[in-house]
Each structure stands twice: as structure tokens, then as C-alpha cells.
């Protein structure tokens, strides 16, 4: 009995493996193009405002499939979910690919590619989510979300650096025909590794707007899980200072030459993959809602510092603990949500989360732009980070269970 269970457990981080080497070449390969896709719609057309539709393509797709990709995600077997959007955005590089080829005189071929990524992101997102908890056993669980995260990050930080390399010697075509076979790979590894009984959701009989909904209202009618994914949302949403760094580079520090935007964007996913490693190997055992809203104030605090400063390394450094911090409160967040959400529900929750996730990213940068616009990139960040301090204490009022939430247990299905 001993020797089966010990097979078993191999078995399952032997896919869980596999299945964060596809996430790697995934991601990649989407931070590889999506500095092809910057650099060639700003070539085009010399707008900045084209630059923030990218974000907005892929975002709306993703918000208007929420509740039918949860939905799909609880419905069908997850593991093919992800192999699907994994070739649907093969399949979208290939384009862009012939697309450059032909030569491209508007984005609107762009844009429409853009739409097609976002559905796959729509449909990836919540399969994902949902498949990594039948990959590892509970216990493992908060270590295994710490080294996807740490994978991300990595991803995140050497991507958009191969990006520009490959950019510069082949240019854009180089770049999607690295980022197909990237997409490509990611879809045959997620294909071999084997379908675990709970990865199959049973069929549900109803298939009522009733079934769909069912994520959103377990999400409102649970304080933690309601608690812990509006938290993010709204501290995110007005911390979030990444859409200034070109300004704060130029205008507030005085650094020359693109090397000093460079740093600066590192160093956020630098401080999340230090703080992701540490978590693997030293997960929280007690006391995690607490370190949770601790996290989300030294988020906000060092937003703050990060407005006040004018040194380019004090800013860095900020920047650092900045990452750092917000890896904490992914962390919890994620262990938290997926273990207290039945796995018959995490595909439907999976796409609430997301929804929040993908708000709190792209229309904090928007907000982030339009009240730097107003009154200037140093009041935006400081004002955003004392409104994540603000958000922190209302949360830790209005929500009691999250000052509560000690250890991370699997709900009762």
C-alpha cells in the first residue's frame, strides 16, 4: 500500500513538472511577442494611445468570456482546455507571422489577432487555475503555487529581454516563429501529461445561465474568497505605478538611456521570483491572512516610497520590495481560494479571479495614466499607494476572516 501511494505521488510531480515546463515555454513565448507587437504598432502608426489598446484586445475578450470559460472549464476534461488554447495561440503567432511576412500598412490585422489571444486567454485561464490542485497532493500545494509563480517571474524577467534580441536580428517574423514553436511546445506537453480523475469534472445536467452564474455567486456569498480577490483587485488597481516607469525614468530620475526603463521593470519580478523561491522551501504555516495584509501594506508603502524617490538605485530598491511583497499576497491568495472552492467550482471561480486579476492590471495602468495626466506622475503613485494603505484597513474591517485565516485547508465537497 506504502509503495503504491509513493508511485502515485511520483506520478503526480512528474506532471506537475511537465505541465510547468509547457507554462514556461508558454510564457516565454507571449513575453517574447509582446515586444514585437509593441515596437511594430508603434511603428506604424507613432501613437501611444495604440499602445494601450494591445492591453485592452486581449483584456475585453477575457472579461466577456468569463462566466462561459468557467463554465467550460468545470464542464470538460481541463488538461485538453489547456492544450486547445495553447495551439489557438500557436496559431495566433503563426499569423502574425504570415502577416509581417506580407507587410502589414495598419494594425487592425494586429488587433484582430490580438481579440483571437484574448479568447484563448479567456478559455486558458480558469483550465489552468483549476488543473493545478490535481497535480499535486494538498499539502504541496502552497509549495507548487510558489514555484509557478517563480517560473512566471523568471519567464516575465527573461522574455521581453530574448524578445528585443531576436527583434533586432530577424525582426518581428524572427520573433512569432520563435514564439509558434514556444506556444506550440507548451500545447504538446500539457497533451502528455496524463488526465487524473479529478481533472474531469463530472457533467453537470444543467446547463441554465443558472450552472454558469453559479461562480460569481459562490464568490459573493463566500466572505474569504470574496475578501482575499477584492483585496487585490482594488490594492492593485490603485498601487500600480508599472504604466508611469517611462516617465518616473525620464523625468523624475533623470537616467539616461533605456538600460535605466530596463532596470526598472526587472526589479519588480526580480523581488517576486527571490520571494517565490523563499516561499517554495519555507511555505506559511500559520498565521497566513495576517502575512497577507501585511503583505498588501508594505505593497502600498513602498509604492509611496517608490513616487518620493529621485535616486535611480533607491527606486530600484523599492521597486525590489515592491515585488516582493505582492509575491506574498499571490501566494496566499491563490493557496487560499483554490483550497476553500470545491474542485467541482474552481473552473467558474478560476474565471471571477481572473476577471478581477486582468482589472486590477490593465485599468490600474489606465487609472494610473489618466490621474498622472491630471496631476502629475509623482501625486498619481503616491496617492495610489495611500489609497492601498486605505483599502488594506477597510479590508481587514469588513472582512474579519481574513484576519482569521490561520492555516489553508481543502473545503468540504
Same mark, same amino acid.
Request: aromatic share 8%; hydrophobic share 55%; with cysteine.
Given at each position: ?59 475585453? !475578450? ?107 536580428? /530577424? /525582426? ?117 491572512? !495576517? ?123
Amino acid at each position: 500500500m506504502t509503495e503504491t501511494l509513493g508511485a502515485f505521488a511520483a506520478f503526480r510531480v512528474v506532471a506537475f513538472r511537465r505541465y510547468q515546463l509547457a507554462r514556461l515555454a508558454s510564457v516565454l513565448s507571449t513575453q517574447m511577442a509582446s515586444v514585437a507587437i509593441g515596437w511594430q504598432v508603434y511603428a506604424t502608426t507613432h501613437r501611444a494611445r495604440d499602445l494601450g489598446y494591445i492591453g485592452l484586445a486581449q483584456f475585453l !475578450p477575457a472579461m466577456g468570456l468569463a462566466l462561459v470559460s468557467g463554465a467550460v472549464a468545470d464542464r470538460f476534461d481541463r488538461r485538453r482546455v489547456v492544450v486547445a488554447c495553447h495551439a489557438l495561440v500557436a496559431l495566433g503567432w503563426a499569423t502574425l507571422f504570415l502577416l509581417t511576412r506580407q507587410g502589414i500598412g495598419s494594425v487592425g490585422p494586429i488587433y484582430a489577432v490580438l481579440v483571437l489571444l484574448g479568447v484563448a486567454r479567456a478559455f486558458a485561464g480558469p483550465a489552468s487555475q483549476a488543473l493545478v490542485p490535481n497535480l499535486v497532493p494538498d499539502e504541496l500545494l502552497g509549495s507548487a503555487i510558489s514555484w509557478g509563480s517563480t517560473v512566471w517571474q523568471a519567464a516575465t524577467i527573461v522574455g521581453p529581454s530574448l524578445g528585443g534580441l531576436l527583434y533586432g536580428v /530577424g /525582426g518581428p517574423a524572427g520573433v512569432y516563429v520563435v514564439a509558434t514553436a514556444g506556444s506550440a511546445t507548451a500545447a504538446l506537453l500539457v497533451a502528455g501529461v496524463r488526465a487524473l480523475p479529478s481533472s474531469r469534472p463530472a457533467p453537470s445536467r444543467a446547463r441554465s445561465w443558472d450552472e454558469v452564474l453559479a461562480g460569481v455567486r459562490y464568490v459573493w456569498n463566500n466572505r474569504l474568497v470574496l475578501g482575499l480577490i477584492s483585496l487585490d483587485l482594488f490594492a492593485v488597481l490603485l498601487g500600480g505605478a508599472v504604466a508611469l516607469m517611462p516617465m518616473f525614468a525620464h523625468d523624475i530620475l533623470h537616467a539616461r538611456g533605456a538600460w535605466s526603463l530596463g532596470l526598472l521593470r526587472s526589479a519588480p519580478a526580480l523581488g517576486a521570483t527571490a520571494m517565490a523561491v523563499w516561499l517554495a522551501y519555507r511555505p506559511l504555516r500559520r498565521r497566513a491572512g !495576517p502575512w497577507m495584509l501585511l503583505s498588501v501594506a508594505v505593497f502600498g508603502a513602498s509604492t509611496v516610497a517608490f513616487g518620493l524617490s529621485r535616486e535611480l538605485w533607491f527606486s530600484i530598491a523599492m521597486l525590489v520590495v515592491l515585488g516582493a511583497s505582492d509575491m506574498i499576497s499571490v501566494v496566499v491568495r491563490q493557496h487560499a481560494v483554490q483550497l476553500a472552492t470545491p474542485d467541482a467550482m474552481r473552473g467558474r471561480v478560476g474565471a471571477v479571479n481572473q476577471v478581477f486579476v486582468g482589472a486590477s492590471n490593465e485599468l490600474g495602468e489606465f487609472e494610473s495614466g489618466l490621474v498622472a495626466e491630471a496631476l502629475g506622475p509623482v501625486r498619481a503613485v503616491v496617492l495610489g499607494g495611500v489609497g492601498t494603505l486605505a483599502v488594506v484597513a477597510l479590508w481587514a474591517w469588513w472582512f474579519p476572516s481574513l484576519r482569521a485565516l490561520d492555516r489553508m485547508e481543502r473545503a468540504k465537497e
